[in-house]
């Protein structure tokens, strides 16, 4: 389970045997956890997140998107 980065109690990673799906971080905080599509950026499912949480995960994975599609294609390829 890569771990892409960590902010604000949040845990951004990628599962190394999902390269098959499009690109996507999934990301947990507090025994709550989401994924997001990456191309656009948009929320797939989340589970026990509040939703200020699932909005700040999606600033963050806005504002880190260089540093995600850089590991995913390090650990997926193009």
Known sequence: MPEVFR???F???FYSNEGQEPMHIHVR???GFAKFWMEPVELDY???MKIPDIKLA???IL???NLIKQKWDE???N
């Open 63 to 65: 504002e880190h998107m």
């Open 7 to 9: 902010k604000f109690g």
């Open 75 to 77: 650990i997926h390829g």
């Open 29 to 31: 905080k507090s025994g």
């Open 46 to 48: 989340a589970q026990g």
């Open 11 to 13: 845990v951004f990673f």
């Open 58 to 60: 999606e600033e963050l």
